[in-house]
């Protein structure tokens, strides 16, 4: 197994660097551009000029769910809920437009406050949502409403959009706008895929122009990645469970395409890893859960191509008659990890000793530091509303 040290990613990122709020223009971000060694300062707008005309765009179409909801007792002390997922491994898509009802495990803040058997309220113009909890331990409560709406319109009318926990301050309503990229269509995130918050129609006409294909895939961000690690072994951390969401036609898509392929982000990054690893095992055994464990690159010997891979997976779902799938990856991309698919990466700024930061690192080498102190430096700014990077190896 690998030996990795989170301590050697360490680096000191000011509280005056991380970006509070976005820029009025989306496009008009900064773009680091990084290129096997060498940087140049662009902005986002440019991005047409930086990539092959026969690369594959791969974004993240999850769409953020305005997941925080402030419920109180009848004393009008207030208890926070962060809505993670559904109870049951009932789809987000299923439960968003459910009317009446939903069970979800979520995060509690003031959950001490919170008596056994006691309903909680959210009132606003007639409608009531009551909240009881099921399992403290698990963090796990069902909620109900007495109005005829679908619980995605009731969170537009109660929930909040949620800011990731660097943010400090309260979630405004221009939010349910721009902490969701402009092609978010799959409801059932709740952290916005931050590396596509630049794109516009504008640069995507150019993207065009230039005969760059796009291709969206669904990974619904959990609270997960912004879970800290505490140990110095990342391979000893527990990694986020995330729900990836495939069509037929988007691998089959991948399976064709010969040219670089360049995620949007992260998430994307991890969906497309996730998905050769699938193809992979799907190699030995037909019938392979749809499931890619943290440390499974690391422990096999598979070797397939990306095409290969790919075709495994059109294989699948040919066999089973399906058009869609859905699955899960816990898997932890760090230093010694060999790409099988992504060519080329946009991404934002990341926290220190994180799992993403170790992603970069994973992807650029050792020169993951040159590129954090030269935005340093240069004024860039961090995290999920700040400026974009592109890293070409």
């Known amino acids: 197994m690998l030996s990795v040290s989170l301590r050697d990613y360490d680096f000191e990122l000011p509280a005056e660097s991380i970006a509070e709020f976005p820029l009025s223009e989306r496009d008009q971000a900064k773009l680091l551009v990084y290129r096997q060694g060498t940087l140049d300062h662009k902005q986002f707008f440019q991005l047409d000029e930086e990539l092959p ?45 459910s009317t009446g009802s939903g069970d979800w495990k979520a995060m509690i803040g003031g959950l001490k406050k919170w008596k056994e058997g006691e309903v909680l309220y959210a009132r606003y113009e007639g409608l009531e949502l009551q909240a009881r909890l099921l399992n403290r331990n698990e963090g796990e409560v069902s909620l109900s409403w007495n109005e005829n709406l679908s619980f995605a319109d009731v969170l537009e009318k109660l929930g909040r959009m949620p800011l990731p926990p660097y943010i400090k301050r309260e979630a405004e309503e221009t939010d349910k706008e721009r902490y969701q990229t402009v092609y978010a269509k799959n409801q059932g995130a709740v952290a916005a895929p931050t590396a596509g918050l630049h794109f516009t129609a504008n640069v995507f006409e150019k993207l ?134 992504c060519t080329m990466l946009i991404t934002n700024f990341h926290l220190p000793e994180t799992t993403l930061i170790l992603l970069v690192a994973a992807f650029i080498g050792d020169d993951w530091r040159k590129v954090y102190n030269t935005a340093l430096e240069q004024g860039y700014r961090f995290l999920s509303f700040g400026d974009s990077s592109l890293l070409i190896p």
């Open 208 to 341: 065009k122009a230039k005969g760059i294909k796009t291709l969206s895939l669904t990974l619904h961000v959990g609270a997960g990645t912004f879970q800290p690690v505490k140990v110095d072994n990342p391979t000893e951390h527990p990694m986020h469970n995330e729900r990836m969401v495939i069509q037929l036609e988007q691998v089959q898509q991948l399976a064709k395409h010969d040219g670089p392929v360049i995620p949007v982000g992260t998430t994307s990054m991890r969906t497309l890893e996730s998905l050769y690893w699938w193809g992979a095992q799907l190699a030995e055994n037909p019938d392979a859960e749809f499931f890619i464990p943290k440390l499974l690159p690391y422990q096999s010997d598979l070797n397939l191509s990306r095409k290969e891979a790919f075709e495994q997976v059109v294989a699948y779902f040919e066999r089973k008659g399906l058009q869609s799938h859905s699955g899960h990856t816990e898997i932890l991309i760090m230093p010694g990890y060999r790409f099988r698919v």
């Open 53 to 97: 005309n026969n690369a594959l765009l791969v974004y993240n179409d999850t769409k953020v769910i305005p997941a925080r909801l402030l419920v109180y007792r009848e004393s009008g002390a207030r208890i926070e809920l962060l809505l993670l997922e559904p109870l049951n491994q009932i789809p987000t898509e299923t439960l968003m437009n």
